[in-house]
């Protein structure tokens, strides 16, 4: 999907939410656990999103599993909705390198 989307040009921060489906993610976190429950290799999963997602997670470990989350600040406080605003692609301040 990334692929696709950057093709047609569309490569702001709003389409970066929309070339990652929630439904893919359900599936990656399902299988990291299913493979780190059926190997007992202690396993991470990184950037989850959503607070299910971190249900996942806590039920695994209530099972046993050594399985491990973090997230992003940006999961934790935006929303689809702040990557819509006017200008989000306008940094407010600027860095320049000496």
């Keep these: 999907?990334?692929?696709?989307?950057?093709?047609?040009?569309?490569?702001?921060?709003?389409?970066?939410?929309?070339?990652?489906?929630?439904?893919?993610?359900?599936?990656?976190?399902?299988?990291?656990?299913?493979?780190?429950?059926?190997?007992?290799?202690?396993?991470?999963i990184a950037h989850i999103s959503t607070a299910k997602r971190l249900q996942f997670v806590q039920e695994a470990k209530a099972r046993g599993v050594q399985v491990y989350a973090e997230s992003c600040p940006h999961y934790l406080v935006l929303s689809d909705e702040n990557y819509e605003l006017e200008g989000h692609e306008r940094p407010s301040l600027s860095y320049h390198h000496p």
């Design 1 to 44: 999907m990334q692929e696709e989307y950057v093709a047609q040009g569309k490569t702001s921060p709003v389409y970066h939410g929309k070339t990652r489906p929630e439904l893919m993610e359900v599936e990656a976190i399902n299988r990291a656990i299913t493979l780190a429950e059926i190997t007992g290799c202690p396993t991470l």
